[in-house]
T-cell receptor, first 115, second 113 residues
Framework: DAKTTQPPSMDCAEGRAANLPCNHSTISGNEYVYWYRQIHSQGPQYIIH???NNETNEMASLIITEDRKSSTLILPHATLRDTAVYYC????????????????FGKGTKLSVIP | DTAVSQTPKYLVTQMGNDKSIKCEQN?????MYWYKQDSKKFLKIMFSYNNKELIINETVPNRFSPKSPDKAHLNLHINSLELGDSAVYFC????????????FGQGTRLTVV
């Protein structure tokens, strides 16, 4: 799987938008961009994923650049409960075989939402 | 109801012992996983089962043996525990091996003394 690069930490003021960048310059055409987060002492939680179009759900928005070499996860109105480590992951799509369809977590970005 | 539940939540044991961690999912998913998160917080996949069949087996010592009695359960048995096995172990499940979203349990913190 393509490697990802994320800043180790970021701060965001409560109520403001949190923009978390991810670089995946070696991503290939059969790989999606996934975002998960891990709140302290809990299991990872799925946030959103996308291939090349921007995506939005009730939790966040995902903006993928046209060349797909980078993306940004946007939490529109960060709350204290959004303090967590956010993981950007690239993952092959199904026809690459079951064995390659796994999540490979990197170091992530530790987001601290400040009151 | 908890979607993916693991027991126990904490496990403290001596070196050389054998222990098991149980995992159950009530989501009707076909695929289940075990992940290990070490002291540096790296989260790595260990095993994946799809419909009770092993589909992913990363480089894990053979002291670790997963067992899937049915597709709702994936237990992890560890023989001859070593200090380096101390970590948080997460169970997860997804609809199938192509599953978009993986649901994780709350983790089992294993401490080997």
């Amino acid at each position: 799987d393509a490697k990802t690069t994320q800043p180790p930490s970021m701060d965001c003021a409560e109520g403001r938008a949190a923009n978390l960048p991810c670089n995946h310059s070696t991503i290939s055409g059969n790989e999606y961009v996934y975002w998960y987060r891990q709140i302290h002492s809990q299991g990872p939680q799925y946030i959103i994923h996308g291939l090349k179009n921007n995506e939005t759900n009730e939790m966040a928005s995902l903006i993928i650049t046209e060349d797909r070499k980078s993306s940004t996860l946007i939490l529109p109105h960060a709350t204290l409960r959004d303090t967590a480590v956010y993981y950007c992951i690239v993952r092959k799509i199904a026809y690459s075989g079951a064995g390659s369809y796994q999540l490979t977590f990197g170091k992530g970005t530790k987001l601290s939402v400040i009151p | 109801d908890t979607a993916v539940s693991q027991t126990p939540k904490y496990l403290v044991t001596q070196m050389g012992n054998d222990k098991s961690i149980k995992c159950e999912q009530n989501l009707g998913h076909d695929t289940m996983y075990w992940y290990k998160q070490d002291s540096k917080k790296f989260l790595k996949i260990m095993f994946s089962y799809n419909n009770k069949e092993l589909i992913i087996n990363e480089t894990v010592p053979n002291r670790f043996s997963p067992k899937s009695p049915d597709k709702a359960h994936l237990n992890l048995h560890i023989n001859s525990l070593e200090l380096g096995d101390s970590a948080v172990y997460f169970c997860a499940s997804s609809q199938d091996w192509q599953g978009t979203e993986a649901f994780f349990g709350q983790g089992t913190r294993l401490t080997v003394v």
